[in-house]
Protein backbone atom coordinates (compact mmCIF):
# COMPACT_ATOMS: atom_id res chain seq x y z
CA UNK A 1 0.00 0.00 0.00
CA UNK A 2 1.65 3.43 -1.24
CA UNK A 3 2.00 5.76 2.28
CA UNK A 4 2.37 9.15 1.31
CA UNK A 5 4.62 11.80 3.05
CA UNK A 6 2.38 12.95 5.71
CA UNK A 7 1.71 9.65 6.96
CA UNK A 8 5.38 9.34 7.25
CA UNK A 9 7.26 12.15 8.51
CA UNK A 10 6.99 16.27 8.02
CA UNK A 11 9.19 18.93 8.75
CA UNK A 12 7.11 20.45 11.83
CA UNK A 13 9.73 22.61 12.88
CA UNK A 14 9.93 24.68 9.82
CA UNK A 15 6.57 24.53 9.01
CA UNK A 16 5.26 25.57 12.68
CA UNK A 17 7.87 28.56 12.81
CA UNK A 18 6.62 29.60 8.99
CA UNK A 19 2.57 29.04 10.06
CA UNK A 20 3.04 31.48 13.46
CA UNK A 21 5.01 34.25 11.39
CA UNK A 22 1.82 34.50 9.11
CA UNK A 23 0.51 35.78 12.07
CA UNK A 24 2.72 39.20 11.94
CA UNK A 25 2.67 39.55 7.86
CA UNK A 26 0.22 42.27 6.85
CA UNK A 27 0.96 43.63 3.41
CA UNK A 28 -0.47 40.83 0.49
CA UNK A 29 -2.00 38.58 3.41
CA UNK A 30 -5.78 37.31 2.51
CA UNK A 31 -6.35 38.68 6.08
CA UNK A 32 -5.46 41.77 5.11
CA UNK A 33 -8.16 41.17 2.28
CA UNK A 34 -11.11 40.51 5.01
CA UNK A 35 -11.49 39.37 8.14
CA UNK A 36 -12.56 35.69 8.60
CA UNK A 37 -12.95 33.52 11.76
CA UNK A 38 -10.38 31.13 12.32
CA UNK A 39 -8.78 31.46 9.39
CA UNK A 40 -6.03 28.50 8.83
CA UNK A 41 -1.98 29.39 7.71
CA UNK A 42 -1.24 29.10 4.30
CA UNK A 43 2.09 27.66 5.09
CA UNK A 44 0.14 24.82 7.38
CA UNK A 45 -2.39 24.56 4.30
CA UNK A 46 0.16 24.01 1.55
CA UNK A 47 2.48 21.73 3.76
CA UNK A 48 -0.88 19.51 4.31
CA UNK A 49 -1.63 19.50 0.52
CA UNK A 50 1.83 18.55 -1.16
CA UNK A 51 2.51 16.30 1.53
CA UNK A 52 -0.65 14.54 1.12
CA UNK A 53 0.01 13.90 -2.82
CA UNK A 54 3.80 12.93 -2.77
CA UNK A 55 4.83 9.82 -2.18
CA UNK A 56 6.79 8.54 0.61
CA UNK A 57 10.09 7.00 -0.59
CA UNK A 58 9.52 4.20 1.80
CA UNK A 59 6.63 3.02 -0.64
CA UNK A 60 8.83 2.55 -3.61
CA UNK A 61 11.55 0.23 -2.27
CA UNK A 62 12.00 -0.11 -6.39
CA UNK A 63 14.04 2.71 -6.50
CA UNK A 64 15.24 3.23 -2.64
CA UNK A 65 16.03 -0.51 -1.88
CA UNK A 66 17.46 0.80 1.44
CA UNK A 67 16.54 2.40 4.62
CA UNK A 68 19.60 4.52 4.36
CA UNK A 69 18.28 6.16 0.65
CA UNK A 70 15.16 6.29 1.99
CA UNK A 71 15.98 8.68 4.55
CA UNK A 72 18.17 10.65 2.28
CA UNK A 73 15.43 11.10 -0.67
CA UNK A 74 12.89 11.93 2.06
CA UNK A 75 15.25 14.72 3.28
CA UNK A 76 15.05 15.95 -0.09
CA UNK A 77 11.60 16.29 -0.53
CA UNK A 78 11.84 17.77 3.35
CA UNK A 79 14.20 20.58 1.34
CA UNK A 80 11.60 21.18 -1.31
CA UNK A 81 8.92 21.26 1.61
CA UNK A 82 10.89 23.84 3.96
CA UNK A 83 11.21 25.91 0.83
CA UNK A 84 7.83 25.74 -0.34
CA UNK A 85 6.13 27.03 2.86
CA UNK A 86 8.39 30.09 3.36
CA UNK A 87 6.51 33.38 3.01
CA UNK A 88 8.70 34.77 0.50
CA UNK A 89 8.52 31.80 -1.13
CA UNK A 90 4.86 32.27 -1.93
CA UNK A 91 4.81 33.23 -5.77
CA UNK A 92 8.40 32.20 -6.34
CA UNK A 93 7.79 30.20 -9.72
CA UNK A 94 11.42 28.22 -8.95
CA UNK A 95 10.24 27.11 -6.05
CA UNK A 96 6.30 26.07 -7.24
CA UNK A 97 7.60 24.60 -10.57
CA UNK A 98 10.11 22.44 -8.45
CA UNK A 99 7.06 21.42 -5.62
CA UNK A 100 4.57 20.62 -8.63
CA UNK A 101 6.61 18.59 -10.56
CA UNK A 102 6.95 16.33 -7.41
CA UNK A 103 3.26 16.03 -7.47
CA UNK A 104 3.27 15.46 -11.48
CA UNK A 105 5.97 12.40 -10.72
CA UNK A 106 3.48 10.80 -7.90
CA UNK A 107 0.19 11.47 -9.87
CA UNK A 108 1.70 10.00 -13.01
CA UNK A 109 0.66 13.51 -14.19
CA UNK A 110 -2.68 13.49 -13.56
CA UNK A 111 -3.27 15.01 -10.02
CA UNK A 112 -6.78 14.64 -8.48
CA UNK A 113 -8.84 17.61 -8.38
CA UNK A 114 -9.71 19.67 -4.90
CA UNK A 115 -12.47 19.95 -3.23
CA UNK A 116 -13.46 22.20 0.14
CA UNK A 117 -16.99 22.18 0.79
CA UNK A 118 -16.51 24.50 3.92
CA UNK A 119 -14.27 27.32 2.43
CA UNK A 120 -14.69 29.97 4.69
CA UNK A 121 -11.32 32.23 4.64
CA UNK A 122 -10.23 30.18 1.15
CA UNK A 123 -6.89 29.21 2.55
CA UNK A 124 -7.22 25.43 0.88
CA UNK A 125 -8.66 25.94 -2.14
CA UNK A 126 -5.92 29.09 -2.70
CA UNK A 127 -3.17 26.88 -1.34
CA UNK A 128 -4.43 24.42 -3.82
CA UNK A 129 -4.58 26.34 -6.89
CA UNK A 130 -1.07 27.61 -6.08
CA UNK A 131 -0.18 24.34 -6.47
CA UNK A 132 -1.20 23.51 -9.85
CA UNK A 133 -4.30 21.77 -8.81
CA UNK A 134 -7.95 21.91 -10.22
CA UNK A 135 -10.19 23.34 -7.21
CA UNK A 136 -13.58 23.61 -6.11
CA UNK A 137 -14.92 25.34 -3.15
CA UNK A 138 -18.16 25.97 -1.38
CA UNK A 139 -19.98 28.25 1.05
CA UNK A 140 -23.02 28.71 2.34
CA UNK A 141 -21.44 32.65 3.82
CA UNK A 142 -21.92 35.06 0.77
CA UNK A 143 -19.21 36.68 2.75
CA UNK A 144 -16.86 33.34 2.32
CA UNK A 145 -18.21 33.08 -1.43
CA UNK A 146 -16.70 36.64 -2.13
CA UNK A 147 -13.72 36.50 -0.40
CA UNK A 148 -12.89 32.71 -2.36
CA UNK A 149 -14.20 34.61 -5.88
CA UNK A 150 -11.52 37.86 -4.63
CA UNK A 151 -8.72 35.34 -4.16
CA UNK A 152 -9.28 32.91 -6.26
CA UNK A 153 -11.82 33.44 -9.32
CA UNK A 154 -10.86 37.02 -10.60
CA UNK A 155 -7.14 37.74 -10.73
CA UNK A 156 -6.49 34.54 -12.97
CA UNK A 157 -9.09 36.59 -15.23
CA UNK A 158 -7.33 39.80 -15.46
CA UNK A 159 -3.76 38.75 -14.92
CA UNK A 160 -1.04 40.16 -17.44
CA UNK A 161 -3.50 43.00 -18.22
CA UNK A 162 -2.15 46.57 -17.96
CA UNK A 163 -3.72 49.59 -15.36
CA UNK A 164 -6.15 51.45 -16.75
CA UNK A 165 -6.68 54.29 -14.67
CA UNK A 166 -4.94 57.42 -16.68
CA UNK A 167 -2.27 57.96 -13.75
CA UNK A 168 -0.71 54.48 -14.07
CA UNK A 169 -1.12 54.22 -17.90
CA UNK A 170 1.04 57.44 -18.22
CA UNK A 171 3.92 56.43 -15.75
CA UNK A 172 4.25 52.89 -16.58
CA UNK A 173 2.55 52.62 -19.87
CA UNK A 174 2.54 48.63 -20.94
CA UNK A 175 4.87 46.98 -18.62
CA UNK A 176 2.63 44.87 -16.79
CA UNK A 177 3.31 41.58 -15.19
CA UNK A 178 0.77 39.15 -12.82
CA UNK A 179 -1.84 41.01 -11.30
CA UNK A 180 0.40 44.73 -10.55
CA UNK A 181 -2.15 46.24 -13.28
CA UNK A 182 -5.16 44.87 -10.86
CA UNK A 183 -3.42 46.24 -7.64
CA UNK A 184 -2.37 49.05 -8.90
CA UNK A 185 -6.09 50.03 -10.33
CA UNK A 186 -7.40 48.95 -6.99
CA UNK A 187 -5.02 51.48 -4.98
CA UNK A 188 -5.76 54.30 -7.44
CA UNK A 189 -9.88 54.16 -7.46
CA UNK A 190 -9.85 53.24 -4.02
CA UNK A 191 -7.41 56.45 -3.38
CA UNK A 192 -10.85 57.89 -5.43
CA UNK A 193 -13.41 56.75 -2.94
CA UNK A 194 -11.21 58.27 -0.23
CA UNK A 195 -11.03 61.60 -1.49
CA UNK A 196 -14.75 62.04 -2.39
CA UNK A 197 -15.87 60.43 0.99
CA UNK A 198 -13.49 63.40 2.42
CA UNK A 199 -15.11 65.89 0.62
CA UNK A 200 -18.56 64.41 1.59
CA UNK A 201 -18.12 63.36 5.06
CA UNK A 202 -15.10 64.94 6.49
CA UNK A 203 -16.39 67.34 8.45
CA UNK A 204 -17.78 64.80 10.93
CA UNK A 205 -14.39 63.44 11.46
CA UNK A 206 -12.55 66.24 12.59
CA UNK A 207 -8.76 66.49 13.78
CA UNK A 208 -8.64 66.84 18.23
CA UNK A 209 -6.45 69.20 19.68
CA UNK A 210 -3.85 67.47 21.14
CA UNK A 211 -2.93 69.23 24.93
CA UNK A 212 0.72 70.86 25.31
CA UNK A 213 2.04 67.63 27.34
CA UNK A 214 1.58 65.59 25.09
CA UNK A 215 3.02 67.70 22.05
CA UNK A 216 0.10 69.79 21.10
CA UNK A 217 -1.08 70.79 17.80
CA UNK A 218 -3.93 69.00 16.12
CA UNK A 219 -3.60 65.25 14.88
CA UNK A 220 -6.01 62.50 13.07
CA UNK A 221 -8.51 60.71 15.39
CA UNK A 222 -7.80 56.87 15.83
CA UNK A 223 -10.53 56.13 17.78
CA UNK A 224 -13.61 57.96 19.52
CA UNK A 225 -14.64 56.09 23.33
CA UNK A 226 -17.78 55.64 23.69
CA UNK A 227 -19.72 54.27 26.48
CA UNK A 228 -24.06 53.45 26.97
CA UNK A 229 -25.96 55.08 29.07
CA UNK A 230 -29.25 54.43 31.15
CA UNK A 231 -30.84 56.49 33.80
CA UNK A 232 -29.87 56.05 37.11
CA UNK A 233 -32.63 53.78 38.93
CA UNK A 234 -32.40 55.33 42.28
CA UNK A 235 -35.03 58.66 41.85
CA UNK A 236 -32.90 60.61 44.44
CA UNK A 237 -29.60 60.78 41.81
CA UNK A 238 -31.27 59.84 38.17
CA UNK A 239 -27.92 61.29 35.82
CA UNK A 240 -27.16 59.57 33.33
CA UNK A 241 -25.34 56.43 34.41
CA UNK A 242 -22.70 55.14 32.37
CA UNK A 243 -22.56 51.26 31.24
CA UNK A 244 -18.49 50.99 30.54
CA UNK A 245 -16.42 47.70 31.19
CA UNK A 246 -13.92 50.16 32.67
CA UNK A 247 -11.96 53.42 32.39
CA UNK A 248 -8.95 52.24 31.38
CA UNK A 249 -7.36 53.60 27.89
CA UNK A 250 -4.14 52.23 27.86
CA UNK A 251 -1.43 49.90 30.14
CA UNK A 252 1.53 50.58 27.84
CA UNK A 253 4.17 51.02 30.26
CA UNK A 254 5.19 55.02 29.82
CA UNK A 255 2.05 55.65 28.08
CA UNK A 256 -0.92 54.68 30.77
CA UNK A 257 -3.75 56.50 30.27
CA UNK A 258 -7.06 56.38 31.97
CA UNK A 259 -10.52 57.98 32.42
CA UNK A 260 -12.01 59.79 35.36
CA UNK A 261 -15.52 61.29 36.13
CA UNK A 262 -16.45 64.39 37.03
CA UNK A 263 -19.30 64.90 38.77
CA UNK A 264 -22.07 67.96 39.23
CA UNK A 265 -24.03 66.75 41.65
CA UNK A 266 -26.42 70.10 40.99
CA UNK A 267 -27.52 69.38 37.89
CA UNK A 268 -26.86 65.22 38.20
CA UNK A 269 -24.68 65.39 35.03
CA UNK A 270 -21.01 63.54 34.76
CA UNK A 271 -18.34 64.28 32.22
CA UNK A 272 -15.24 62.86 31.78
CA UNK A 273 -11.59 63.99 31.68
CA UNK A 274 -8.64 62.02 30.33
CA UNK A 275 -5.85 61.24 32.67
CA UNK A 276 -2.15 60.40 31.90
CA UNK A 277 -0.40 57.77 33.94
CA UNK A 278 -0.64 54.15 35.52
CA UNK A 279 -3.22 54.80 38.24
CA UNK A 280 -5.58 52.82 38.69
CA UNK A 281 -8.97 54.40 37.90
CA UNK A 282 -11.28 54.74 41.22
CA UNK A 283 -15.02 54.13 41.13
CA UNK A 284 -15.35 52.37 37.99
CA UNK A 285 -18.98 50.67 36.81
CA UNK A 286 -18.80 47.38 36.35
CA UNK A 287 -19.40 45.22 39.09
CA UNK A 288 -18.70 41.86 37.87
CA UNK A 289 -19.47 39.51 34.96
CA UNK A 290 -22.85 39.98 32.53
CA UNK A 291 -24.73 43.20 32.65
CA UNK A 292 -24.12 43.90 36.64
CA UNK A 293 -23.18 47.90 36.87
CA UNK A 294 -23.71 50.34 39.05
CA UNK A 295 -24.13 54.10 39.31
CA UNK A 296 -20.98 55.81 39.63
CA UNK A 297 -22.12 59.29 40.67
CA UNK A 298 -24.52 57.59 44.18
CA UNK A 299 -23.33 54.21 44.43
CA UNK A 300 -26.71 52.58 43.46
CA UNK A 301 -26.54 49.23 42.00
CA UNK A 302 -28.53 47.88 38.67
CA UNK A 303 -30.18 44.60 37.48
CA UNK A 304 -29.42 42.81 33.98
CA UNK A 305 -33.31 43.54 34.01
CA UNK A 306 -33.40 46.83 34.49
CA UNK A 307 -30.94 47.75 31.67
CA UNK A 308 -32.55 45.70 29.27
CA UNK A 309 -36.29 47.19 29.96
CA UNK A 310 -34.52 50.52 30.07
CA UNK A 311 -32.92 49.79 26.27
CA UNK A 312 -36.28 48.04 25.06
CA UNK A 313 -38.03 51.17 25.67
CA UNK A 314 -35.62 53.28 23.71
CA UNK A 315 -33.89 54.64 26.81
CA UNK A 316 -30.18 53.37 26.01
CA UNK A 317 -28.32 56.76 25.23
CA UNK A 318 -24.09 57.55 24.53
CA UNK A 319 -21.50 59.63 26.54
CA UNK A 320 -18.19 59.76 24.68
CA UNK A 321 -15.75 59.32 27.74
CA UNK A 322 -12.32 59.72 25.96
CA UNK A 323 -10.48 60.15 22.68
CA UNK A 324 -7.26 58.24 21.16
CA UNK A 325 -5.10 60.38 18.68
CA UNK A 326 -2.01 59.47 16.05
CA UNK A 327 1.46 60.47 17.98
CA UNK A 328 4.47 61.09 16.47
CA UNK A 329 5.62 58.70 18.57
CA UNK A 330 2.97 56.81 20.15
CA UNK A 331 -0.49 57.57 20.57
CA UNK A 332 -2.15 60.55 22.19
CA UNK A 333 -5.04 60.17 24.86
CA UNK A 334 -7.39 63.70 24.95
CA UNK A 335 -10.54 64.24 26.88
CA UNK A 336 -13.69 64.86 25.11
CA UNK A 337 -14.44 68.10 23.97
CA UNK A 338 -17.74 70.30 22.42
CA UNK A 339 -16.49 69.58 18.64
CA UNK A 340 -15.88 66.40 18.93
CA UNK A 341 -18.91 65.76 20.51
CA UNK A 342 -21.07 67.87 18.15
CA UNK A 343 -19.73 66.14 14.80
CA UNK A 344 -21.03 63.18 16.13
CA UNK A 345 -24.14 64.38 15.95
CA UNK A 346 -25.09 64.07 12.83
CA UNK A 347 -28.77 62.29 11.47
CA UNK A 348 -29.63 59.05 9.74
CA UNK A 349 -28.90 59.13 6.12
CA UNK A 350 -31.89 58.37 4.11
CA UNK A 351 -31.00 54.94 2.71
CA UNK A 352 -29.30 53.22 5.70
CA UNK A 353 -29.10 49.28 5.67
CA UNK A 354 -31.70 47.64 7.67
CA UNK A 355 -33.45 43.99 8.62
CA UNK A 356 -34.36 42.19 11.43
CA UNK A 357 -31.51 40.26 13.36
CA UNK A 358 -32.09 36.55 14.14
CA UNK A 359 -33.52 36.03 17.92
CA UNK A 360 -31.61 32.85 18.47
CA UNK A 361 -29.07 33.86 21.60
CA UNK A 362 -26.50 31.83 20.08
CA UNK A 363 -26.18 34.20 17.33
CA UNK A 364 -26.42 37.71 18.73
CA UNK A 365 -27.62 38.94 22.27
CA UNK A 366 -28.50 42.40 21.48
CA UNK A 367 -32.42 41.60 20.61
CA UNK A 368 -32.74 41.05 24.24
CA UNK A 369 -31.94 44.84 24.31
CA UNK A 370 -34.30 45.97 22.03
CA UNK A 371 -31.34 46.27 19.69
CA UNK A 372 -33.15 43.96 17.31
CA UNK A 373 -32.82 45.11 13.40
CA UNK A 374 -29.06 46.27 11.84
CA UNK A 375 -29.43 50.17 11.87
CA UNK A 376 -29.58 49.76 15.44
CA UNK A 377 -26.07 48.30 15.79
CA UNK A 378 -24.83 51.80 14.68
CA UNK A 379 -24.44 55.67 15.73
CA UNK A 380 -25.88 57.75 13.08
CA UNK A 381 -22.44 58.81 12.18
CA UNK A 382 -21.27 55.21 11.45
CA UNK A 383 -24.68 54.75 9.57
CA UNK A 384 -23.92 57.75 7.49
CA UNK A 385 -20.39 56.93 6.55
CA UNK A 386 -21.04 53.32 5.41
CA UNK A 387 -24.01 54.16 3.01
CA UNK A 388 -21.39 57.40 1.72
CA UNK A 389 -18.79 54.45 0.79
CA UNK A 390 -21.29 52.17 -0.03
CA UNK A 391 -22.79 54.71 -2.13
CA UNK A 392 -19.30 55.45 -4.02
CA UNK A 393 -18.11 51.88 -4.58
CA UNK A 394 -21.37 52.29 -7.01
CA UNK A 395 -20.24 55.67 -8.37
CA UNK A 396 -17.20 54.95 -9.11
CA UNK A 397 -18.10 51.60 -11.33
CA UNK A 398 -19.21 54.19 -13.75
CA UNK A 399 -15.29 55.74 -13.60
CA UNK A 400 -13.83 52.38 -13.69
CA UNK A 401 -16.00 51.52 -16.74
CA UNK A 402 -15.30 54.65 -18.82
CA UNK A 403 -11.35 54.85 -18.36
CA UNK A 404 -11.48 50.86 -19.18
CA UNK A 405 -13.16 51.96 -22.47
CA UNK A 406 -10.48 54.62 -22.57
CA UNK A 407 -7.82 52.25 -22.44
CA UNK A 408 -9.25 49.59 -24.78
CA UNK A 409 -11.22 47.15 -22.85
CA UNK A 410 -13.61 45.65 -24.87
CA UNK A 411 -16.97 48.21 -24.31
CA UNK A 412 -19.13 44.39 -24.49
CA UNK A 413 -21.25 45.32 -21.72
CA UNK A 414 -20.84 42.04 -20.13
CA UNK A 415 -20.70 41.61 -16.45
CA UNK A 416 -18.16 39.13 -14.47
CA UNK A 417 -20.56 37.13 -13.62
CA UNK A 418 -21.73 36.64 -17.17
CA UNK A 419 -18.20 35.38 -18.08
CA UNK A 420 -17.24 38.83 -19.27
CA UNK A 421 -13.21 40.04 -19.62
CA UNK A 422 -14.29 43.61 -20.70
CA UNK A 423 -14.82 47.48 -19.45
CA UNK A 424 -18.15 46.16 -17.41
CA UNK A 425 -16.27 43.77 -15.91
CA UNK A 426 -13.23 45.10 -14.56
CA UNK A 427 -14.94 47.53 -13.30
CA UNK A 428 -17.33 45.14 -11.03
CA UNK A 429 -13.69 43.06 -10.20
CA UNK A 430 -12.58 46.35 -9.09
CA UNK A 431 -15.71 46.75 -6.74
CA UNK A 432 -15.37 43.63 -5.33
CA UNK A 433 -12.16 44.62 -3.68
CA UNK A 434 -13.09 48.02 -2.97
CA UNK A 435 -16.47 46.77 -1.11
CA UNK A 436 -14.11 43.99 0.56
CA UNK A 437 -12.23 47.33 1.79
CA UNK A 438 -15.44 49.18 3.03
CA UNK A 439 -16.86 46.06 5.43
Not at 129 to 143: F, K
Not at 302 to 307: G, L, V
Not at 385 to 400: A, D, G, K, R, W
Request: proline share 6%.
Amino acid sequence: MTKKLIEVALPLEKINAESAREKSIRHGHPSTLHLWWARRPLAAARAVIWSSLVDDPSSHPELFPTEEEQNKERQRLFRILEDLVVWENSNNEAVLNLAKAEILKYTNGNPPALLDPFAGGGTIPLEGQRLGLSVRAHDLNPVAVLINKAMIEIPPVFCGKPAINPESRCRLGNAWNGINGLIEDVQYYGEWIRNEAYKRIGHSYPQVSVPLSQGGGKTNVVAWIWAHTVKCPNPACGCEMPLANGFTLSKKKGNEAYVEPVFDFENKRITYTVRLGGKKPANEPKLARGANFKCIMCGEATTPEYIKEESCAGHLGTTMIGIIGEGTKRRVFVSPDAEQVLAAKVEKPEDYPTGRLSDDRRALWTPIYGLDTFDKLFTNRQLRTMVTLSNLVHEVQVVIERDAISAGLDNDHISLADGGTGAKAYSQAIAVYLSLDNM
